[in-house]
């Protein structure tokens, strides 16, 4: 933005200069190039293009999950009763109400007297021995049936779920009791005891390999194939859906999980492969989602029919319509499968209104319901595509959104790639090892998309980007948040935290992660602008603030800030500030009518902020009182 000003003013007070900047962030050219636009900030929207901070966040569960949340889904019942699925790398969890239920499914339970127990005078520390128990550490378990070793360590002590701390070997793990052992404890816990052991759980951060998809798709480079062993480093990625009222899960690599809610919440997910009558269901997986037109259930990068067990990593089976266990494909029934033919994995399925959109590591296809005798149709679209994760793709109505490869992609019925200002900005500061982690969130209320991600030096989802598909503008900032829905069932969406709990998000005006509330620490801060060609000096001595403080309780305030520079290569000279306070909401909004300043400079760039609770702004067209200072 550079002001013009008269140059037969011959140095008496300018007029008032109107500051209105174009909406969006700008990062990928330097300062002075992106003259009239923001370049930087922190929990801001646009809207109609005027910067405005986010709405607030509360508690949406009052107790906590056991690890860290990477999917989350909402169903409701015929009966009207609301559910929200979470998976982690530790847990399946059914929330009712706002109570999150344990409801992993069990991978085996021993015979009674498998399982027998081994305590150490003085130690809490008990020894399992169950051969061949398939465990691995972190794994939860449950015992019942156990009676007293003789001492402290009690029938009630061991009738209970521990998760596994060691395991020695094959045949043999540790627990870690809630008292130490004594000199009588000296049983084994009796020939009654029944272990059962939920699915083993998996990991919360990538741990070897290196390069943008360490665990799946990728080791040395960007789109690189890998050229080790995967094993052992895939993150714990869950896909929900839900088949009718009940719920249908997969464990990335591992298992097909299905949740009976007439059963209740008292009640676990068993593997589909469990339910009786099941027909040749997938015994693994990538994706699992619902077609919901047609009432298909549909497994992607699963096994084949003909070859169970093997997973195939661009096969896609689906079950008969209708059904969630008859999966065998018959001239009676629906069910099939298809292979995609470009890529070496389908990475991720996203279904929009009238498709499912299927994007491997190299290539997008639409897949159909066409009917019988194929069932389902899929045609590729697009070859040389790259996406970043499982979850980094969403859709809104017919459109699919994804990030790739240094690159942000739209697919309206043609894949294109989107214009971002702030695409090598938000690159250059991404974790590469921990894209895995990478999860996109629909926001249609404000026409947003959003991207969380570990940034640099961190491990966990702590930054966010966010393109406003309505005037295409882009902006970004920092927040902690692992997986999100836009349905809540609380008319607001459900984001979780690394903290454990989920938050209803839009909700107020104050970070409620805390008690009391926390403010919300947001800002904008614009490019430098100058007057002419930037040869000339100026002076600033007032700033005429325009800002709305909409539903903001109390007196709220917002900070503005002028930083002057000399040149565009130096530091900030000088800083001036001052706050905008609204006296009045009714009738009619009033605030500060104006912030005296002294200021002078080549270039000004403009910050206004707030950091109190309750506080909400929209910045409007501040004016600044100018005038030329001279060349030197």
């Known amino acids: 933005m550079t002001l013009v000003y008269d140059p037969y003013n011959r140095g008496l007070c300018m007029a008032l200069q109107k500051l209105q900047f174009k909406p969006g962030f700008i990062q990928d050219v330097t300062d002075y190039t992106s003259e009239g636009g923001w370049r930087t900030g922190d929990k ?42 979470a998976g982690t790398n530790l847990k399946l969890y059914i929330i009712s109400g706002s109570d999150p239920i344990d ?36 794994d939860f378990v449950t015992f019942s049936g156990a009676v007293s070793l003789g001492g402290a360590i009690t029938a009630a002590v061991l009738n209970k779920e521990y998760q596994i701390t060691a395991i020695p070997n094959a045949n043999t793990y540790t627990i870690t009791a809630s008292v130490n052992a004594n000199g009588s404890d000296t049983g084994n816990g009796g020939s009654s005891v029944v272990g059962s052991y939920q699915i083993n759980t998996g990991l919360n951060t990538v741990v070897s390999g290196s390069g943008w998809g360490a665990g799946y798709w990728g080791r040395n480079t960007w789109s690189s194939a890998a050229d080790t062993s995967v094993a052992g480093s895939q993150l714990r990625l869950w896909s929900m859906d839900n088949f009718g009222e009940d719920l249908l899960s997969n464990v990335r690599g591992g298992g097909v999980y299905y949740w009976d809610s007439s059963s209740g919440t008292g009640t676990r997910a068993v593997d589909i492969t469990t339910i009786g009558g099941a027909t040749s269901p997938p015994q693994v997986a990538n994706i699992v989602l619902v077609s919901e037109r047609d009432r298909h259930a549909l497994a992607f990068g699963c096994d084949p029919q003909g070859d169970p067990g093997n997973q195939d990593p661009l096969t896609i089976r689906f079950s008969n319509q209708g059904s969630v266990s008859d999966w065998a494909a018959t001239a009676t029934n629906t069910a099939g499968e298809l292979r995609i033919g470009t890529g070496t994995e389908i990475v991720a399925a996203v279904q929009t209104k009238q498709q499912i959109v299927v994007i491997t590591d190299r290539s997008v296809s639409a897949m159909q319901f066409i009917g019988t005798p194929f069932t389902f149709g899929i045609t590729e679209v697009s070859t040389n595509t790259s996406i970043i994760s499982q979850n980094s793709a969403i859709a809104f109505g017919d459109f699919v959104f994804w990030m790739g490869d240094r690159v942000f992609y739209q697919y309206d019925g043609n894949v294109k790639v989107i214009p971002c200002p702030i695409q090598e900005y938000i690159f250059d500061n991404i974790n590469l090892a921990q894209l895995a982690k990478v999860v996109s969130a629909n926001n249609s209320k404000f026409n947003e998309v959003w991207w969380f991600y570990p940034s640099l030096g961190s491990d966990n989802n702590d930054s966010y980007v966010v393109y406003n598909y309505s005037d295409g503008t882009w902006y970004f900032g920092t927040l902690a948040r692992t997986a999100w829905t836009e349905h809540g069932v609380s008319g607001y969406p459900l984001a979780a935290s690394p903290d454990g709990y989920v938050y209803s998000h839009e909700i107020g005006m104050s970070d409620g992660s805390t008690n009391p509330p926390s403010p919300i620490n947001g800002y904008v801060e614009s490019s430098s602008f100058d007057i002419g060609e930037g040869d000339q000096f100026m002076a600033i001595r007032r700033i005429i603030p325009d800002v709305g403080f909409r539903a903001s309780t109390g007196n709220p305030t917002a900070t503005f800030t002028l930083n002057a520079k000399d040149y565009p290569g130096g530091g900030v000279e000088q800083t001036e500030s001052g706050n905008a306070t609204r006296t009045s909401a009714s009738p009619v909004e009033k605030f500060t009518s104006q912030i005296d300043v002294r200021l002078r400079g080549r270039s000004v760039s403009l910050k206004v902020e707030s950091n109190e609770v309750g506080t909400q702004w929209r910045l409007g067209s501040p004016r600044v009182d100018i005038r030329p200072d001279g060349r030197r």
């Open 103 to 138: 409801v992993t499914p069990i991978r085996s339970t021993t015979s009674a007297g498998d399982v027998t127990f081994g305590a150490t005078n003085g130690s809490a520390v008990i020894t399992v021995t169950d051969s061949a128990h398939g465990a691995i550490l972190n």
């Open 44 to 85: 801001i929207r646009f809207t109609m293009g005027f910067p405005e901070t986010i709405g607030g966040w509360a508690r949406f569960t009052t107790g906590t999950m056991l690890g860290t949340c990477r999917d989350l889904h909402v169903f409701s019942t015929l009966t009207g009763t609301n559910y929200v699925a």
